[in-house]
Structure formats: structure tokens, C-alpha cells
């Protein structure tokens, strides 16, 4: 009788070994792609460092680049990317109804986003928290001082919300100026119709360096109001799409945390440390496990990158946003960036 049992439990250990083993059906959305000879990627409109196409049309930025990894990925070409430039209030609904097949734009991930729009949240691509912006020349240090203050704000955002609930608890009565386009918002605060100007750290720095005719005029007051990790979503329904894209954005950090960079993927590529042989392919294929090849990662690094790098490039110390790599840093850096290990 133990024998028996023994041999049942044998059976049935090997049987689940074999199914974790199995190769992943690619899925609806990576067969459309595939079709077509594009990922479709929502994008903001215009936010620099993020997502913002040049004077010849070509889009750069954080997001921008989670893209053209994913691409990369899955096409072979990072440049086999459709960019949809989507303003915040038909975001989710792009997704939803298959316009895009991944929004990649500066997009919180929350509760009620997650249980009730029927979109996945993959992996964090940026920690941000909601800052505000004054002039210089108003002598604001705080924003405690903002009481009974106009400050503009976009509506559709979770920024919106944020005021309100940071005002309440402050007593600070602050007097919302609400537009629904972004350009909007920034041409009220930019003509002194709002002394303040609110959302993301990051969004502030773009704007102040894109739209401000000085920079300097303009400062980010100390306070975060708000946790605001950002990345890119999916539509639910297709656990293989949903699984690709978050390890895409898993396996450029942990390139980032073994050293393999763009210009040196080829070269890691005879590394006899088992974690880097299994990012790139050459000890192991974990493409199969998501329906795509064993080089997929090694694809996506060559494209755009490890994360560290695709930080840098676009809202890094030394790009023009100069926003410092803080919460963005790894894990074993000081900052909280912490991938799934690929294996």
C-alpha cells in the first residue's frame, strides 16, 4: 500500500514537472501582432523623457522604449512599433477595445483601475509620487503654503483625486482649476491663471523643461503627496500577452542587476554565470515558456538597453529632465527596483 502511494505521488510529481515545463500557446494578441508586423502601443500625447515624438516623427522616452523592447521581443524589430498617442480620458478605453495592444503611458497603477476597467497591470516601470509646481517669484517653499490657492490640475487622472484628499486632510481649502487636455493645463498655469501647478514629480520636470520659457522661474516643492508606480497595462483575457509584457520589463532589470548592456549583449553572450545564460538565451530557453524564442530578451537589451540604461538615456542625471535615479534604483542600490528573477 505505501508503495503504491509512492509510486501515485511519483506519477503525479513528474506529471506537474512536465506541465511547467510546456511550451506557452502564443495567444490571441501575440497572433495579431504577429499578422499585422506591429506591436500597437498607446502612448501620452506629448511628455518628454516619457513619450514625445521628434521633429521627424520618431518617439522617444521611457515608455516609448518599453515598446520598442517588447517588439524587439516579439518581432525581432524594435522598430515594428505603432505609436498611438492617447490623452489621459480615452486611455483605457483605447485598451479595452483593442485599439492599442499595451498602453505605455505614465499610467498609475491602482486598486480600482485593477479590479474594475478589465486591464492587467504589469510591472513597474517608474516610482513616481504627485509634486506641485510654482514660480519662483510667488516665494511658496511649501505646500503647506497653498492654502485657499488655485492650482491646476488635468481631470481623468488619479492626480485630480489626489489634490482633493491632500487639501482635505491639510485644511488647506485649495481651489482646483480642472482642464481635460494637458496642454490646457499647462497654458493656465504658464499665463498665472493658477499659482500652482500639480501631478507627477516626473510630469513637472518635463514640463518645466519643455514649456517653461525659463526653468529656473519654476520650482518642485519638496512634498510628495502620493504613491504613483507607473507602467504599462494590458488587456485581461490573454495571460500569455499579459505574461510576455511583464517579463520584458522584468528582464531589463534583471540585465541591468548582472551587468548586460546594449553594447555588450553579444559579448555576454559566452558568460559562464548561469542567471546571465538564461537572460540571454545561450543556456537556456525560456522564450518557449511565452511562446517566443530563445533570444527574445537578448533582442529586447540590443534594442534599447537594460533598464538602467533606458533611465539614464531619457529622464537620468544626464538627460535634460535630470531627475535622479532615487526610488529607481535597484534594489541592491538603495532604490526599490526589484525584478522577478528569470529563471
Excluded at 515594428?80 to 495592444?101: C, H, I, M
Excluded at 487639501?167 to 480642472?178: E, I, T
Excluded at 538564461?278 to 534599447?304: M, N, P, S, V, Y
Amino acid at each position: 500500500m505505501k508503495l503504491n502511494t509512492v509510486k501515485i505521488i511519483a506519477a503525479v510529481t513528474a506529471s506537474l514537472g512536465a506541465l511547467v515545463a510546456a511550451p506557452a500557446h502564443a495567444g490571441k494578441t501575440l497572433d495579431g501582432i504577429k499578422a499585422r508586423g506591429q506591436v500597437i502601443c498607446g502612448v501620452h500625447t506629448g511628455l518628454a523623457g516619457f513619450s514625445a515624438a521628434d521633429s521627424t516623427g520618431k518617439w522617444n522616452g521611457l515608455d516609448s522604449d518599453i515598446c520598442r523592447a517588447i517588439a524587439a521581443a516579439t518581432l525581432g524589430d524594435g522598430d515594428k512599433v505603432k505609436y498611438v498617442p492617447l490623452p489621459a480620458q480615452a486611455r483605457f478605453t483605447a485598451l479595452q477595445s483593442g485599439e492599442v495592444d499595451v498602453l505605455s503611458r505614465n499610467t498609475t497603477f491602482t486598486l480600482t483601475r485593477d479590479a474594475s476597467l478589465g486591464l492587467n497591470q504589469t510591472a513597474v516601470t517608474y516610482y513616481d509620487g504627485q509634486g506641485f509646481m510654482v514660480p519662483v517669484k510667488s516665494k511658496i517653499k511649501s505646500a503647506k503654503q497653498l492654502k485657499g490657492q488655485t492650482v491646476c490640475v488635468q481631470s481623468g487622472t488619479t492626480t485630480e483625486k489626489n489634490l482633493t484628499d491632500y487639501s482635505k486632510a491639510n485644511a488647506l481649502g485649495v481651489k482646483p482649476v480642472v482642464f481635460e487636455k494637458l496642454e490646457a493645463v499647462e497654458g493656465a498655469y504658464f499665463s498665472g491663471r493658477c499659482i500652482a501647478y500639480t501631478t507627477d514629480a516626473s510630469g513637472l520636470a518635463s514640463v518645466r523643461n519643455k514649456s517653461a520659457k525659463n526653468p529656473a522661474d519654476h520650482i518642485i516643492l519638496p512634498e510628495i503627496i502620493s504613491k504613483e508606480p507607473l507602467g504599462p497595462l494590458v488587456r485581461r483575457g490573454d495571460d500569455e500577452w499579459f505574461a510576455i509584457v511583464k517579463w520584458v520589463v522584468y528582464g531589463l532589470i534583471e540585465a541591468e542587476e548582472y551587468g548586460v548592456t546594449q553594447a555588450n549583449v553579444d559579448a555576454m553572450k559566452t558568460s559562464a554565470d548561469p542567471v546571465v545564460g538564461r537572460i540571454l538565451g545561450t543556456t537556456e530557453d525560456t522564450g518557449k515558456l511565452l511562446g517566443l524564442d530563445k533570444e527574445w530578451l537578448a533582442r529586447a537589451i540590443k534594442t534599447t538597453g537594460n533598464y538602467g540604461e533606458i533611465f539614464e538615456r531619457n529622464v537620468g542625471p544626464k538627460s535634460a529632465l535630470q531627475l535622479p535615479r532615487g526610488l529607481n534604483n535597484l534594489w541592491n542600490k538603495g532604490g526599490i527596483m526589484y525584478a522577478y528573477p528569470v529563471r
